[in-house]
C-alpha cells in the first residue's frame, strides 16, 4: 500500500482510508469484517465521527489485536465546548483508547458555524484543552464548503482538514488544497464516489481508462488518488467485496493526464446526469455565497435517484432561502468554466423541488 505524510502529524497513511460513514447501515459483524479485511490489506487510516451510529465500538472491536498502529480520526457535531468535552470522553470509551489520534469538528458548512465553534467556551477550547491533558494528539476540521474551510485553517489552529472530493466535486483542488499544502495540514478527501452517485453497478455504466473498461467506482478512486496533494482518500465501504475491489488501487501509483481527467468528469457528469462539475468557483464569487453545487444536487437526486421527498425537504431548509436571494446579477456566469447559465438553472431547481 502506498503512503502518503499526513502533513504535520507526520503519520505517514495509506493512500486509501476507511469511511465509516455508512456504518449506520451494516451490521456490527459485516462492519468488523470489513475492516479487519481491509486492514489486513494495507489500509492504516480510518474516519469516523461521534454520529456514525455504532461505528466507534465497531472500530474498537475490529482493531483488537492489530499488532501495528492504526490511525483513528474521529469528530464531534456539537458546538460549545461543554458538548464537545463530552463528545470526547463518550469516544474514548467507544474506541477503547485512552487517547485520540484526531479530534475534528464535523460538517463545518457556514462562516456563522466556524465563529461559534472558534469563539471562547466554544469547540475549538474544548479540543484544545483534551490535547493539553493528553487525551488528543491532533485537532482537525471537516465541511463541504472549500471557502469556509480555508478560512478556518488559516487560523493555524488545524492539523488536518478533511472535505469531499470527486469527479463531480473537486472545487477544494482549486480553493482548500494548495493552501493547505503551503499550512503543511494533511488532507482527507471524503466521498470520493459522491457519496454513491458514482458507485453505479458494474454492468450498468463503464467508463474506458488507458485503454480498457473500468467500473464507474473504480474511475472515480483512481482520480482522486492521482491527486498527489491528497493525503489519503476516505471511501465509504460496507463489506468485504467493496473492500476488495476498492483497496488493491492504492498500491500503485495512479496518474492521469488533464485531458483524461478531463474526460472522466464528462462522463461522470453524464453518468450523474448533470452539467456541473462541482469546481465551486460560481460560490466563490457570489456575494450572497449561495451554496449553487449543493441546489444543483438536490435536483439531480431528486430526479434520478427515487429521493424526492428527501431532496425537497432539504431544498426548503437550507437551500431555498439562500436562492431566493438570487439577483441574476450574473457574476457566477463568468466564473463558471462551462459557462452555465446560473442563475436560469437556479430558477428551474427552485420550481422542481419547492
Ligand atoms: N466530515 C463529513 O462531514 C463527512 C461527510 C460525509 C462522509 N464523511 C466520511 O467520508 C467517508 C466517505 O464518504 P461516503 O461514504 O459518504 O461516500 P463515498 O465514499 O463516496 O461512497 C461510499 C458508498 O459507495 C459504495 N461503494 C463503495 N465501494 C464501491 C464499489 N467498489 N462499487 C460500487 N459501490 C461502492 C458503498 O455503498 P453501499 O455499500 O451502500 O453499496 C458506500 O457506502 C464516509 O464514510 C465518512 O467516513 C465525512
Ligand atoms: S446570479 Fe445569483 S447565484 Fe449568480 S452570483 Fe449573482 S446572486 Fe449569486
Ligand atoms: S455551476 Fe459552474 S462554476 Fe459552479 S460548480 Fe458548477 S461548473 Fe463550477
Redesign the pocket.
Known sequence: MLKRRLGRTDFEASVI???????V??TREEGVKALRRAIQLGVNLI???RS?GDSEAIIAEALKDVGHKVFVAT?SRLGTGEEVARSIEESLRQLQVSKLDLI?M??VDREEDLTARLAPGGALEAMKRARESGKVDFIGI???RPEVLAKAIKTGEFDVV???Y?LLNCGADYSLFPLAEELDIGI?A???????S?????EMIEFELNGRAT????A??RFALANRRITSV??????V??VE??VPLGYEVQSLSPEQQARLKEQARMAAHTSCDGCARCAEICPYSIDIVRVFKQQVLARHYGMKEYARAAYKEVSRPQVQMCTSCQLCIENCPSQLDIPALLRKADIFLS
Do not use: W
Not at 198 to 202: D, Q, T
Not at 215 to 218: G, K, Q
Open positions: 482510508g476507511f469511511g465509516c460513514g455508512p456504518y447501515r451494516p474516519d469516523t465521527a456514525y469528530k475534528q464535523h460538517g471537516s465541511g463541504h478533511t472535505t469531499p470527486n482527507l471524503i466521498k470520493p464516489l459522491d457519496a454513491r458514482l458507485a453505479v453497478p458494474r467500473s464507474v467506482a473504480e472515480a478512486l476516505v471511501v465509504g465501504m460496507t463489506n467485496a467493496e475491489a476498492n
